[in-house]
């Protein structure tokens, strides 16, 4: 699989697109109105992390502030604020101070994550800095030579003022996709395997395994490539394509989610994490896989050689769950 494909969630500088966009647009499309459409793109890009994603790209939210305070001067006041010619080092020093405020309280976006129950899966501060220091150099040169009246050729004008902003945001994107490129050819995939164990009135549901039918395991076991964050929605989908080998049709889907129960590693093997997922089943009679038969967890402790390693392992925490779910339920 293409590397930027596989690890596309860890681009965070995709962000900047919208940026991008519209600091490229402003110099051929009408300003406010390009202002108006990048910021409905910065938008409709929050409400996928948020609503998708269940979490927030920094760059994203950095975009639509600053758009969005240009945006409204220029729709509301016109050049009051932002006079002709200097909307984009006004938006530069917007975006600037966002990432400045970023890198200097970073637990304010955590937090602000915190409240709204959103994944953190990045600081982005490597970049945030990249902004921050190549943003100050160019609006300080910008104010140094405004002062000294220093003339500019129309070309010379172009370059320095609104080429150089595009180009920094663009840097910051080549060395996000250049650096994940090099850490997925250095770096094994992310793989880890997923586990899924049915339960019932207090017992677990255990099938032979594939590969020594003498001995109880798991299942439905599954070997995932992909972020953690991701693996609850794989284990949903894994359980719908069991479902008619694992329970019986009549059993209504919301009654068979998988819920996560412990997280481990394990010694000398590859992939080592393993996710357990308990598998709430109504009734026994519900579960119809040759071979497979309910056990209560204390006569898997009293003959551990008939049980895989795997599952020893999880018995303590499945006992405790499945006792919890029993009573509970």
């Known amino acids: 699989m293409n590397p930027l494909l596989k690890y596309k969630d860890k681009i965070v500088s995709f962000g900047l697109l919208p940026i991008i966009v519209t600091l490229i647009g402003i110099h051929i499309f009408p300003t406010t109105t390009m202002l108006g459409i990048g910021l409905g793109i910065s938008i409709a890009g929050v409400l996928y992390d948020v609503l998708r994603l269940k979490g927030l790209n920094f760059f994203l939210l950095q975009g639509t502030i600053g758009i969005g305070i240009c945006f409204l001067l220029r729709l509301f006041t016109g050049y009051e604020y932002i006079p002709r010619n200097s909307l984009t080092p006004t938006l530069e020093f917007m975006l600037l101070v966002c990432a400045f405020v970023h890198i200097t309280a970073p637990e304010l976006y955590r937090n602000f994550l915190r409240k709204f129950h959103l994944n953190f899966t990045s600081s982005y501060l490597l970049e945030a800095k990249l902004i921050v220091i190549l943003s100050s150099i160019h609006l300080i040169i910008l104010f140094v030579l405004h002062n000294k009246l220093t003339p500019f050729s129309p070309e010379n004008n172009f370059g320095a003022i609104y080429l ?5 945001y663009l840097l910051c994107l080549i060395i996000n996709i250049v650096g994940i490129q090099i850490a997925a050819k250095q770096s094994p995939q992310e793989q880890h395997i997923i586990r899924i164990i049915p339960i019932c009135n207090g017992k677990i549901y255990l099938t032979p395994h594939a590969k020594d039918t003498a001995t109880w395991d798991a299942p439905i076991k599954s070997l995932f490539e992909g972020p953690l964050r991701k693996s609850q929605q794989h284990a949903k989908y894994i ?5 008619s080998s694992v329970c019986k049709p009549a059993v209504p889907l919301k009654r068979i989610h998988p819920r996560l129960i412990l997280s481990y590693r394990l010694q000398g093997l ?30 898997i ?11 020893m392992i999880e018995c303590e925490r499945l006992q405790l769950v499945t006792q919890v779910w029993k009573e509970f339920k």
């Open 239 to 243: 359980v719908l394509k069991h479902q």
């Open 301 to 311: 402790k009293k003959n551990p050689e008939k049980f895989s390693h795997e599952l």
């Open 164 to 168: 150089i902003p595009t180009l920094i």
């Open 270 to 299: 590859l992939p080592a994490f393993v996710q357990l997922y308990i598998l709430p089943v109504g009734q026994e009679n519900e579960l119809s896989l040759s071979g497979g038969q309910f056990f209560a967890c204390e006569d």
